[in-house]
């Protein structure tokens, strides 16, 4: 049974200046993210962004971390306004909220259960970059939750395809149902 409009939320994860630079052709997922996007404003479904984001010299990144501890050294700017910024093709608009994690899933390091649990949330849309970290992360985090979870498969890439294409068809229809995001009716 498809829950109603008022318990569903699209979110839009780490699609940001600097994690759309790492995509060698970000146009086919920012359209399907527009398309997405468009189905939820258009059904009164909130569009919340999540993005990942530090303080000035990253003082949350633990040198115990291995993934976010290289952070410091590789040059890469997440601890700046213009590298967490939501990437311009998808922008929010005033009504929409952004969340800033400071882990892999969308839930650690950030207010997103409590934005959720307020507005009555239990059915949640995930798309983002990459869908080895953030998607995955976030999948299984809410999986445990007991939120109902939909994955728009062309909303959301990787670095590698093969990985891509692995959690999309065999490992995430484990835990939650697995579209495009023209195929998903609300």
Same mark, same amino acid.
């Given at each position: 049974?498809?829950? +109603? +409009? ?14 759309? !630079?790492?995509?060698?052709?970000? !146009?086919?997922? &920012? ?21 990942? =984001? ?53 839930? &650690? =390091?950030? /207010? ?7 507005? =009555? ?6 798309? =983002? ?40 068809? !065999? ?11 023209? /195929?998903?009716?609300?």
């Amino acid at each position: 049974m498809e829950p +109603n +409009n008022q318990n569903t939320a699209l979110l839009v994860m780490d699609v940001q200046e600097a994690t759309v !630079k790492m995509l060698t052709d970000s !146009k086919p997922l &920012t359209n399907s993210i527009n398309t997405a996007i468009q189905t939820a404003r258009s059904n009164n479904i909130p569009v919340i962004y999540v993005v990942i =984001g530090f303080r000035k010299g990253y003082p949350e990144a633990s040198p115990e971390n291995k993934m976010f501890s290289t952070l410091k050294t590789s040059g890469r700017d997440f601890d700046n306004e213009e590298a967490t910024r939501v990437h311009s093709s998808v922008a929010p608009q005033t009504s929409d909220l952004i969340v800033t994690k400071k882990r892999v899933s969308a839930f &650690t =390091g950030s /207010d997103l259960e409590v934005v959720l649990r307020s507005k =009555g949330i239990k059915h949640i849309v995930l798309s =983002g970059i990459a869908t080895s970290g953030v998607v995955l992360s976030t999948l299984r985090e809410a999986s445990d939750k007991d939120y109902r979870i939909t994955v728009l498969a062309d909303c959301c890439a990787d670095m590698d395809e093969e990985v891509h294409r692995v959690l999309t068809t !065999k490992i995430f229809p484990r835990q939650a149902d697995v579209i495009k995001a023209v /195929d998903w009716k609300v």
